[in-house]
C-alpha cells in the first residue's frame, strides 16, 4: 500500500514558477516509480514526467521538457515537481502517483496510486 498527499499547487502567471510536492508513504521503495500527470477539463489525463525511486532516473512528456524538473529526496520521502516557464496550457490538476516496476512508465492505468491531485492555473 502506498499512500500519496501532493502539495504546492496555486496561481501563477505565464513564466512564472511552482513546485509541487508529493509525500509518499510505502513499506518498500526499491522498486518504486513515481509519476506525474495532469489533467485538464475535458481533456484525458497527460503524463507529464517520472522518476525511478531508485537511482532517480526521470523521464519526461516533449510538452514539459527542459521546463519541468523532477527530483526526490529519499530522506525525507518526497518527490518534487519544479515547474519553470509556466504556460496557460500548463492549467491542470497534477497528480502525482506511484507504480512498482519500471516498465509503462507514461501509461496512467499502470499506475496503482494515486494522490488527491492539487490545482495549477496559469493567467496569460
Not at 31 to 54: D, L
Request: net charge positive; hydrophobic share 35%.
Amino acid at each position: 500500500q502506498v499512500q500519496l498527499v501532493e502539495s504546492g499547487g496555486g496561481l501563477v502567471q505565464a513564466g512564472g514558477s511552482l513546485r509541487l510536492s508529493c509525500a509518499a508513504s510505502a513499506r518498500t521503495f526499491n522498486t518504486i516509480v513515481m509519476g506525474w500527470f495532469r489533467q485538464a477539463p475535458g481533456k484525458e489525463r497527460e503524463f507529464v514526467g517520472s522518476i525511478r525511486w531508485s537511482g532517480g532516473t526521470t523521464h519526461y512528456a516533449d510538452s514539459v521538457k527542459g521546463r519541468f524538473t523532477i527530483s526526490r529526496d529519499p530522506a525525507k520521502n518526497l518527490v518534487y515537481l519544479q515547474m519553470n516557464r509556466l504556460k496557460p496550457e500548463d492549467t491542470a490538476v497534477y497528480y502525482c502517483a506511484a507504480k512498482y516496476g519500471w516498465s509503462s512508465i507514461s501509461t496512467h492505468s499502470d499506475y496503482d496510486y494515486w494522490g488527491q491531485g492539487t490545482q495549477v492555473t496559469v493567467s496569460s
